[in-house]
């Protein structure tokens, strides 16, 4: 089809043209960004976190005037939470996913290295965490009892206590030794003194992760033994009996030993993760919403505008049609003219779009746009023009050539 018609309409139309490219342009800008934003969020509240989320519960006390052992204390603890109907296995750790504080440190591989070659969550859990949390083994092995190191002893004065062995997560593992086997290889983090990989879990998530993208499964496990005090009891149960296992451990740590109390976070693991990820469910939905209201607002200015068109060149239409111009060349003449001012907004709010993007990267630290989605968002729009415009353009097709040209 010859163009140049179209063309020169638009010219004596500038106003009403440069309007719908602003609406395309700023539609194609916004959405390719919010889509973008939108899978991110979903990517992350799919990340499996490794645990067996529905079965675990966390519990936490802490003792008032606190006198004795607390070593002792927490041992028999243990054995009672162990002894609840209901509960797999039982393990206490300084941190869960999904909780309220982040233990980090630096790896390096050589001893006297200046720049960590990873920033990483250290999990410090008994010989029961691996098995309590559910995380499966891809390399080595678990923990041995006679590898757990009293957390307590680690904090003496003048303590120089070595941590021998660690399990770390695959992510981490292809970060620090690329193609290798990772069991047996040594990295320094706590102490003088080089710690060995015994083991590889194929995943373990942060506590919380707004950190650089890709570091989200950098953690690595020491065999360190937490006390009550400074620890978090998790206990793997059967789902259907967490609410009674819950209360119940609750109950049993207050009665036994000093005068305790609960922790308030005390939680299904499940739930905390449903909490964690409330405010991405948010955005998801306001960005959604955004995405229509804008999809719908442009569909409208494209449907009135064309309306308008068809109104205005009824004479126009009504000689094209006496002069043997077929009713599927009219349709064609204003789908074809959509299409121009359709690409040129497409074009425009391509450019927006990185420019945003930009924006985003610099003061949100958001990755950069994938390229993917400026052609699949120039794929939806055309089709949106398209389609907005086949009501307005089927009329203009439908007017006979004789009322069109007795209207003028």
Not at 59 to 82: K, Y
Not at 158 to 171: M, W
Not at 296 to 317: D, H, K, N
């Amino acid at each position: 089809m010859d163009i140049r018609p179209i063309l020169t309409t638009l010219r004596r139309h500038k106003t009403a043209a440069a309007l719908i490219v602003f609406e395309v342009a700023l539609t194609c800008a916004i959405i390719c960004n919010a889509v973008f934003l939108i899978q991110s969020r979903i990517t992350r509240m799919n990340s499996p976190s490794g645990m067996v989320e529905n079965e675990l519960v966390r519990v936490g006390v802490r003792g008032i005037n606190e006198h004795g052992d607390n070593e002792a204390l927490t041992r028999s603890d243990l054995a009672l939470l162990r002894s609840l109907p209901g509960v797999k296995s039982v393990s206490i750790a300084n941190q869960v996913r999904y909780g309220d504080s982040s233990w980090n440190s630096g790896i390096n591989l050589t001893r006297d290295q200046k720049i960590p070659n990873a920033s990483v969550s250290t999990y410090l859990g008994d010989a029961q965490f691996v098995k309590t949390l559910g995380l499966k083994l891809v390399a080595g092995r678990d923990f041995n009892a006679d590898e757990m190191i009293s957390y307590a002893k680690l904090r003496e004065p003048g303590a120089n206590v070595a941590v021998p062995s660690a399990i770390i997560t695959r992510a981490l593992a292809d970060k620090l030794y690329p193609g290798q086997d990772p069991v047996g290889k040594v990295f320094y983090s706590w102490g003088d003194e080089p710690t060995r990989v015994i083991g590889v879990v194929e995943h373990l998530l942060r506590p919380n992760d707004w950190i650089k993208p890709g570091m989200g499964e950098f953690s690595v496990i020491f065999p360190i033994e937490m006390g009550y005090d400074a620890g978090i009891y998790l206990l793997r149960v059967d789902p259907s009996q967490r609410e009674q296992v819950l209360k119940s451990a609750g109950e049993t740590l207050v009665k036994n030993g000093p005068v305790r109390i609960l922790s308030e976070r005390n939680a299904r693991v499940e739930d905390m993760a449903d909490k964690f990820y409330q405010t991405d469910r948010s955005m998801i939905w306001l960005l959604s919403a955004v995405c229509i209201a804008l999809l719908i607002v442009t569909a409208l200015g494209i449907v009135g505008l064309a309306s308008f068109w068809v109104q205005q060149r009824t004479r126009q239409i009504g000689v094209r049609r006496a002069l043997g111009a077929t009713r599927g060349q009219i349709l064609r003449y204003f789908q074809t003219e959509n299409f121009l001012l359709t690409s040129i907004g497409i074009v425009l709010g391509m450019a927006m779009a990185f420019a945003i993007n930009l924006a985003l990267m610099k003061y949100y630290e958001l990755p950069r746009l994938p390229a993917l989605y400026l052609p699949l968002g120039a794929l939806c729009l055309w089709a949106l023009g398209q389609i907005a415009v086949y009501g307005p353009a089927k009329r203009a097709a439908m007017v006979p050539p004789a009322l069109a040209t007795r209207s003028a």
